[in-house]
């Protein structure tokens, strides 16, 4: 699948399923928003549906009937179940008249009847427990593939029935080549989004299209960078700002866990991190400062605080308590100046 950047593995082993015929009737992506969970798994649905694949490489032909009707987002056998407008959560009726009722049809122009269904930690137990059946008993002609940022808060029943496609954050030279070859994107800026999107290609390319998003990106990292060297009251400050909201919450949260994954790797004395430039230097020397017990204990902490959120955690004391539990370093500790 060559339209998909990086994830050689990942694309490497659908397309052997496909191949020899041992397709599987669910697949649950796994990864962190942006990653490109959604996009790999339209191509996936593509490369099922095409009537001439390249077996060999793993790739739809592109210019097939089917192939062309995807591309315009509009082949009756492909079904993308998204909330409604303005709703966080897929509701159960979505999923009974989109997915449900339609898994029962036989597909209408080729082999297989495709569901894309993202941010399956977003439905209510409810709505998974509606689903269950067609994921333990699909027909032949149906194939199912999940998205989850958060597969911790998925039922273990859910998960038992999909195999599991763990997609990693890429490199930033690999978005960085990425933006500026498909994208167009002069390099110094390809490189500045690389380093701001934490192995994420797909924030990277939403970064080039408003670059007010960079810009917010990268003084939120900077101000979560800071509450390591800020005394109680200051983090406590930064706590009632970062917790204004639950969506607010889970941002700040989502992009610290990020950064302090480099901590923990650069604790450990790893020189192959995520980010780039001086968001790098900081996590080399925040990584060495602390070393890695304390480390990996505040990024345990932080996808706690993430999974509570989750939850409907106050978004505030979640914060308050992130912030008391966060590593304290003087700046001349760290090397920062």
């Not at 990942?10 to 992506?29: K, N, P």
């Not at 192939?67 to 159960?92: M, S, Y």
């Not at 790797?265 to 192959?272: D, F, I, K, V």
């Amino acid at each position: 699948m060559r339209a998909i950047v990086g994830h050689e593995q990942v694309t490497a082993r659908l397309g052997q399923a496909v191949a020899s015929g041992l397709v599987a009737h669910a697949y649950l992506f796994v990864g962190p928003d942006g990653i490109g969970k959604t996009t790999l798994a339209l191509e996936f649905a593509r490369l099922l549906e095409c009537e001439r694949p390249d077996l060999t490489t793993g790739d739809p032909c592109g210019v097939c009937s089917a192939c062309r009707r995807i591309a315009h987002g509009n082949h009756t056998d492909i079904t993308l179940v998204e909330p409604e407008e303005g709703k966080r959560q897929l509701g159960i009726e979505s999923v009974r008249e989109n997915v449900i009722h339609l898994a029962n049809l036989a597909p209408s122009s080729g082999r297989w009847r495709v569901f894309i269904l993202p941010n399956v930690e977003r439905m209510t137990a409810n709505t998974v427990n509606a689903l269950l059946k067609t994921l333990e008993e699909p027909p032949e002609s149906v194939v199912l593939l999940l998205t989850t940022a958060e597969p911790e808060n998925l039922l273990p029943t859910l998960l038992s029935r999909c195999q599991i496609v763990p997609m990693r954050p890429l490199d930033a030279n690999v978005i960085a080549d990425a933006l500026t070859a498909r994208w167009s994107v002069p390099d110094e800026r390809a490189r500045t989004f690389a380093g701001l999107a934490n192995g994420r290609l797909g924030w990277a390319v939403r970064a080039h299209d408003d670059p007010d998003l960079a810009r917010a990106r990268a003084e939120q990292l900077n101000k979560l960078i800071a509450c390591t060297y800020a005394g109680r009251d200051e983090r406590l400050a930064a706590a009632a700002r970062l917790g204004a909201d639950a969506e607010a919450a889970r941002s700040s949260i989502e992009l610290w866990m990020l950064w302090w994954r480099d901590v923990v790797l650069a604790a450990h004395g790893a020189t192959h991190l995520l980010n780039d430039g001086a968001a790098r230097d900081e996590a080399t020397a925040q990584g060495r400062a602390l070393g890695p017990e304390p480390a990996e204990r505040f990024l345990r902490a932080l996808i706690e605080a993430q999974a509570a959120l989750e939850q409907n955690a106050n978004p505030r004391l979640t914060l308050d308590v992130l912030m008391l539990d966060l590593p304290h370093l003087a700046r001349q500790a760290s090397g920062r100046r």
